[in-house]
C-alpha cells in the first residue's frame, strides 16, 4: 500500500469522523458511541442538554449508562444489548426509563448499531431519544378519548361514520337504538334514508348532497324525523357532522353524531300553542306582538304590530322601524324610557309614529326584558296599541274644557262649575264671585267648607243628589239665605244646576248658573194680590218652568254618552240664558214705554244700551247654539253641488250686497262631497265677512274660485279623507285684511280683531266655518296682510 493511498484513506477517515460529529451536534437525540474493545462510552452535548449531565460527571465506562436504567428495566435491557453484541447482529434497540440528572425517569427509545472486524462486533453506536412528552400525549389522547366515549354514552349521542366510496354505514350502540336496530343488511346509505320519514326524506338528503359537494364543504346540521327499523317509533333526530376531503377534493370520510329531540319538539310545539293562544289573545285585544333578540336585532312580529307602527300589515319590518318611524321630536321620550328600562327591566313608553301614508299615530309600548343565568338581557318582548284616538279625545276635550272656561268667565249671567263628589269650586266666574260675596279665597274648595252657611239649606242636598241620579234640576225664585260682606241676607235666584258626564255616561261635575231675580220675587210678594198681571207672569213663569224642565230632561237623555261639555253648555245657555235676557228687553221696553217720559235723558240712553247689549246677547246665544249643533254623520253625506249653493247664498245675501256695492265674481264650481246645509253656512259666512270687513271708499270685489289638490300639497296638509280627491276652493277679497300673527286666534270662539263699534257680529262666525270644515274631514286656513286684503282657503273632499 503507498503513501498515497494511506493518506487518502486518512483523509477519509477524517472526514467521516466530522461528519460524525456534524450529526451528533444537530440531532435533538443523544448519541453514543461504545468501544467494546476498550471498553469506554462517549456521548454527545445531548447528555446534557436532555438529561442534564455535565460531560465532566460521565464515567467513562458502560456503567455510566447501565447504572442510570430504572432498575426494573436494568436487567433486561443490559441482557438483551448483550445478546445482540454475542450474537454478531447489527442492530438492537428497546423502550426503557433512564434517570436524569435531577433524580426523574425520563422514557427513552435507544437504538444501537454494530461496527464489526473479521467477523466480530468491535463498537455500537446509538442514538437515545427522550419520549416522555410523547406518552404523556398519547396517554391524555388516550384519557381524552375514554372521556369522549363517556361523555356520549352519558349524552346519549349516537355516533355516524359514512364511507362515501361504497356507501357503507357504521353505528354506536346508541345510534343503532335511534335508528329502530336496523339489521346488518341495512347498514348503508340508500337503505338508511328509507327510515327517514317522507316529509323529511328530500330535506335531509339535499343536505347531505351539499355536505359532500367539495365547492360547498358547508357543515351537516339537520333535524328529521325517522320511522324506527323493527320498532316503528316516531323519534325526532339533531344530526350534526362533516366531509373529509382528500388532496383531490374526494371525500373519504362523512361522520358524525345523533341526538334524540322528541321531548324537546314535544315542549316546543307545546310552547308554541301556548304562544299561539297569547298571541290570539292579544291581537284579539287589538294590540301588536314583538320579540327582539338582542344579541342579533332579530325581531319577530305580528302584523298587528306592522299595522300599528306603519299604517300596513305587509310591511317587511326590523327593529330599526321603533326609530326610523318614530317621530323626531318624540326621541327623547323614548331613550329616557330605555334608560329607565335598563335598570328596570321594564319598557313603557308613549309616543307618536309616523305611517308610510305620512299620517301620525299615537303608539303605547310595553315590553319586558329576559335575563339568563348570567344576568345579561337576551330577549325584549312586549305589545304595542294605537292610542290615537284616546289621545286625539284627551286633547279634544281639553280644548272643549278651555271653552267651557271661556264661556263660563264670559257668560253674563252668575255661573260656576262644581268637580267631584265634593263638589270642589272651580271656574267661577265674577259675576258668581259677587253673588257669593266671599272673593276668590272659595276657588279650589268644597262648596261646604266654601260657603258654609248653605248647610241647613236644600241646595247640597240637591246637588248630592243629581250626583247620584244624573238628573239637571232647575228652580226659579229660589230663596238663598248668603253670607255677603259679613252679614247674612236672602236672596232669590233663578239657577239650574246641570250635570256632565263622561263618556262611562258617569257625573263628574255640575254646571251652576244663577240669575239674581231677588228685586222681581220681592215685587212679585208685594204686587201678588193687587197686580193681574203679575198673576199672569207667575203663571207664565210656571209654564216655561215645567217646558224647559222637560227640554232639559231630554237634552239630558240625548247627551248621556256625550263628552263635549261646550255642546252642553251652548244647549244650556240657549234655553236658560235666553229668559233672563227676554225678560231684561221685556221690562226694559216697558219702562221705555211706560216711564219714558219720567226718565232723563241719561235714563234713556242707559236702557237703550242695556237693550242693545241683550240683543248681542241673544245673537251670540244663538250663534253658539248653531256652533253646537255643527255636527253629522257619514250617512248624512252626498253629492253636493257647490255652484248652486254659492248662488243660494248670493241671492240670500243680495241686499247687503248692494248696500256695500260689492262685486261678486264667482267661476264654474265644482260637485263636492259633504252635507248641503252646513255647506250653505260655510259659504255664507264666508262671504258674509268679506262684505263686512271692506276697505271705506274702495271698490270692494269678492272672487270664488278652486282648483284640484295634487299629491305634493295634500302632503303637506293634515290628515284627510284617503279614499277621496280633494278640492281647494278659494274666497278672495280686496278689504281691511289682517296679520297673519293673527290667524290662528280668527279661527277660535269669540275672537275679534276689531271693536263692535267698527264691525258688528259675535265673533262666532269663522269658528263655525271651522267646524263644518273639520265635520267635512277638511281644512281651512287664509293668507292676508293688512290693508291687501284677505284669501280664505278651504279643502274639501270630492264624490268618489
Given amino acids: 500500500m503507498t503513501e498515497t493511498t494511506l493518506n487518502e484513506r486518512k483523509n477519509d477517515l477524517l472526514l467521516a469522523i466530522e461528519r460524525f460529529k456534524l450529526v451528533a451536534k444537530a440531532t435533538h437525540d443523544v448519541i453514543w458511541d461504545w468501544d467494546l474493545a476498550r471498553g469506554t462510552v462517549w456521548w454527545n452535548e445531548g447528555m446534557q442538554e436532555i438529561f442534564g449531565y455535565r460531560p465532566e460527571d460521565i464515567e467513562s465506562g458502560p456503567n455510566s449508562w447501565f447504572d442510570r436504567i430504572h432498575p426494573d428495566d436494568q436487567e433486561r435491557v443490559v441482557k438483551k444489548m448483550y445478546g445482540v453484541i454475542d450474537r454478531g447482529e447489527s442492530n438492537w434497540s428497546d423502550f426503557y426509563r433512564f434517570r436524569r440528572a435531577d433524580g426523574s425517569y425520563a422514557h427513552v427509545h435507544d437504538r444501537g448499531y454494530t461496527i464489526q472486524s473479521a467477523g466480530k462486533p468491535v463498537r455500537m453506536v ?28 352519558a349524552a346519549q349521542l349516537g355516533t355516524w361514520n359514512l364511507n362515501p366510496a361504497d356507501k357503507s354505514a357504521l353505528f354506536n350502540d346508541r345510534c343503532k337504538e335511534l335508528y329502530g336496530y336496523p339489521a346488518e343488511a341495512d347498514m348503508y346509505y340508500e337503505r338508511l334514508v328509507q327510515f327517514i320519514h317522507p316529509d323529511d326524506r328530500g330535506r335531509v338528503i339535499e343536505a347531505i348532497q351539499r355536505t359532500l359537494d367539495p365547492s360547498l364543504r358547508v357543515p351537516y346540521d339537520v333535524r328529521y324525523r325517522v320511522i324506527g327499523a323493527s320498532d316503528r317509533k316516531l323519534r325526532w333526530l339533531h344530526c350534526t357532522g362533516q366531509a373529509y376531503f382528500d388532496q383531490s377534493g374526494n371525500p373519504y370520510r362523512f361522520s358524525g353524531i345523533s341526538r334524540e329531540i322528541t321531548s324537546e319538539i314535544t315542549s316546543q310545539e307545546k310552547i308554541a300553542w301556548a304562544d299561539q293562544q297569547a298571541a290570539m289573545t292579544i291581537e284579539g285585544s287589538g294590540a301588536g306582538s314583538f320579540m327582539v333578540t338582542l344579541a342579533t336585532d332579530e325581531v319577530i312580529y305580528s302584523p298587528t304590530m306592522a299595522h300599528i307602527l306603519t299604517g300596513s300589515e305587509d310591511s317587511d319590518i326590523t327593529r330599526e322601524v321603533f326609530v326610523a318611524r318614530l317621530h323626531p321630536d318624540d326621541a327623547p321620550i323614548r331613550d329616557a324610557a330605555y334608560e329607565e328600562a335598563a335598570a328596570s327591566g321594564e319598557l313603557r313608553y308613549e309616543a307618536r309614529f309616523v305611517w308610510n301614508d305620512g299620517s301620525i299615530h299615537w303608539v303605547r309600548a310595553l315590553g319586558r326584558y329576559l335575563y339568563d343565568s348570567l344576568g345579561n338581557a337576551v330577549t325584549l318582548s312586549g305589545i304595542v296599541m294605537d292610542i290615537t284616538d284616546r289621545i286625539e279625545s284627551e286633547q279634544r276635550l281639553k280644548v272643549n274644557e278651555e271653552h267651557l272656561r271661556t264661556l263660563i268667565e264670559q257668560a253674563p249671567v252668575a255661573t260656576a262649575l262644581f268637580i267631584g263628589k265634593d263638589m270642589v269650586v272651580d271656574i267661577p266666574n265674577e259675576a258668581m264671585l259677587k253673588v257669593w260675596g266671599k272673593g276668590r279665597s272659595v276657588i279650589g274648595k268644597p262648596l261646604r267648607e266654601a260657603l258654609p252657611e248653605l248647610e241647613g239649606q236644600p241646595f247640597l242636598g240637591i246637588l248630592d243628589r243629581i250626583y247620584e241620579t244624573g238628573e239637571a234640576h232647575s ?34 261635575a255640575i254646571l251652576d248658573m244663577a240669575v239674581d231675580v231677588t228685586e222681581q220675587v220681592v215685587s212679585r210678594q ?29 237634552a239630558n237623555i240625548e247627551l248621556v254618552n256625550s263628552n263635549n261639555n261646550l255642546q252642553q253648555f251652548a244647549y ?116 258674509s265677512n268679506a262684505v263686512k270687513y271692506r276697505l271705506p271708499d274702495h271698490e270692494s270685489i269678492i272672487r270664488l274660485s278652486y282648483r284640484a289638490v295634487d299629491e305634493a300639497e295634500r302632503a303637506t296638509l293634515p290628515k284627510l279623507l284617503p279614499d277621496h280627491d280633494y278640492i281647494r276652493l278659494e274666497v278672495s277679497d280686496n278689504g281691511i285684511g289682517f296679520d297673519e300673527i293673527y290667524l290662528d286666534r280668527i279661527f277660535q270662539m269669540f275672537q275679534r280683531l276689531h271693536g263692535r263699534s267698527e264691525f258688528s257680529g259675535s265673533g262666532i262666525g269663522l269658528a263655525l266655518c271651522k267646524k263644518v270644515v273639520q265635520n267635512h274631514h277638511g281644512y281651512i286656513t287664509a293668507q292676508s296682510q293688512p290693508g291687501e286684503g284677505a284669501t280664505f282657503i278651504v279643502y274639501l273632499p270630492q264624490p268618489r
Fill in 126 to 153: 446509538g442514538s437515545m431519544m427522550d419520549i416522555s412528552q410523547q406518552l404523556h400525549s398519547d396517554k391524555a389522547r388516550e384519557e381524552s378519548e375514554e372521556n369522549l366515549t363517556f361523555a356520549i354514552q
Fill in 475 to 508: 228652580e226659579q225664585g229660589a230663596r238663598a239665605d248668603l253670607v255677603v260682606d259679613g252679614e247674612l241676607q236672602t236672596f232669590y235666584y233663578d239657577y239650574t244646576y246641570k250635570p256632565l258626564k263622561n263618556t262611562q255616561g258617569e257625573v263628574y
Fill in 526 to 554: 208685594e204686587l201678588e194680590q193687587s197686580e193681574e198681571r203679575y198673576r199672569q207672569l207667575a203663571s207664565e213663569l210656571e209654564r216655561r218652568v215645567g217646558q224647559r224642565t222637560d227640554e232639559l230632561h231630554q
Fill in 572 to 687: 244650556a245657555a240657549s234655553h236658560d240664558m235666553q229668559e233672563p235676557l227676554r225678560k231684561i228687553q221685556s221690562f226694559g221696553s216697558r219702562l221705555l214705554s211706560t216711564y219714558s217720559d219720567k226718565l232723563d235723558d241719561n235714563g234713556k240712553y242707559m236702557l237703550n244700551r242695556i237693550q242693545d247689549a241683550s240683543k248681542r246677547m241673544s245673537a251670540m246665544i244663538d250663534d253658539l247654539l248653531a256652533y253646537s249643533r255643527l255636527t253629522t254623520r257619514e250617512g248624512e253625506f252626498s253629492d253636493v253641488r257647490l255652484h248652486d249653493i254659492v248662488h243660494s247664498v248670493l241671492a240670500d245675501l243680495e241686499l247687503s250686497i248692494q248696500e256695500q256695492k260689492t262685486e261678486i265674481i264667482v267661476e264654474d264650481m265644482p260637485v263636492v262631497w259633504g252635507n248641503a246645509s252646513q255647506l250653505t253656512q260655510l259659504i255664507q259666512n264666508l262671504i
